[in-house]
């Protein structure tokens, strides 16, 4: 089975703390993204990586990086945590774009920034 | 755009009762593909089904029932005689050809409570 996992199931950190969410999939896949999911608004997308060292802004970028230098690894940066970036962040995984499953995800991580 | 809507919040029902969580969808594109998850509370998305937009055909999956409805954009997800165990946030996400290829567009999920 593929497996997507992430590092943290649980974080808090201070507001302007430089937070780094880490994701790692197992199965060689192409296509990694980094979601975050907030009650009644879903799962927005962050930023998303088709490639080693490309990237590309997703629906709701701002205050957010990423960085990916292995294939396997999909790093999301908060450069400078904010309250309003307490959220659980979803990280996936997917083959290609028409993947039969679609993605496959992590178990997430639920951040508190305080 | 593509667009997902679930304009169901939250659902509540009593064990073994039937529970339909409704999913619409907006996309300019002819080739798409529809999927449904769920969130159990680990957090974890589990994939159920996913169909593409030339197959209308409904599927049924033991408990489990979609229906597919192009005319009315439209991809309905039914679980009969529900159970304590279903109780799980479900999001239905959309993946259409050039809109945004590889990238889903997810609905704001729907939160199905099973009561004993």
């Known amino acids: 089975d593929v497996k997507v996992t992430q590092s943290s199931r649980y974080l808090v950190k201070r507001t302007g703390e430089k937070v780094f969410l880490e994701c790692v999939q197992d199965m060689d896949h192409e296509n990694m993204f980094w979601y975050r999911q907030d009650p009644g608004l879903g799962l927005r997308l962050i930023y998303f990586?088709?490639?080693?060292?490309?990237?590309e802004k997703g629906d709701i970028p701002e205050g957010y990086s990423v960085s990916r230098e292995k294939k396997e690894r999909f790093s999301l940066i908060l450069e400078s945590a904010s309250t309003n970036q307490t959220s659980m962040y979803l990280c996936?995984?997917?083959?290609?774009?028409?993947?039969?499953?679609?993605?496959?995800f992590g178990s997430g991580t639920r951040l508190t920034v305080v | 755009a593509q667009k997902v809507t679930q304009a169901q919040t939250e659902i509540s029902v009593v064990e073994k009762e039937d529970v339909t969580l409704d999913c619409v969808y907006e996309?300019?594109?002819?080739?798409?593909?529809l999927f449904w998850y769920k969130q159990p509370p680990s957090g974890e998305l589990v994939f159920l089904i996913r169909?593409?937009?030339?197959?209308?055909q409904n599927e049924i999956s033991g408990r489990y029932s979609w229906n597919f409805q192009k005319s009315t954009s439209s991809f309905n997800f039914t679980i009969t005689a529900s159970q304590v165990v279903d109780s799980a946030v479900y999001f239905c996400?959309?993946?259409?050809?050039?809109?945004?290829?590889?990238?889903?567009?997810f609905g704001a999920g729907t939160q199905v409570v099973v009561t004993p």
């Open positions: 996400a959309l993946n259409s050809n050039t809109d945004s290829w590889g990238k889903l567009q």
């Open positions: 996309t300019r594109d002819t080739t798409y593909y």
């Open positions: 990586s088709y490639d080693v060292k490309m990237k």
């Open positions: 169909r593409n937009s030339f197959d209308e």
């Open positions: 996936a995984s997917s083959i290609n774009p028409t993947d039969y499953y679609g993605y496959t």
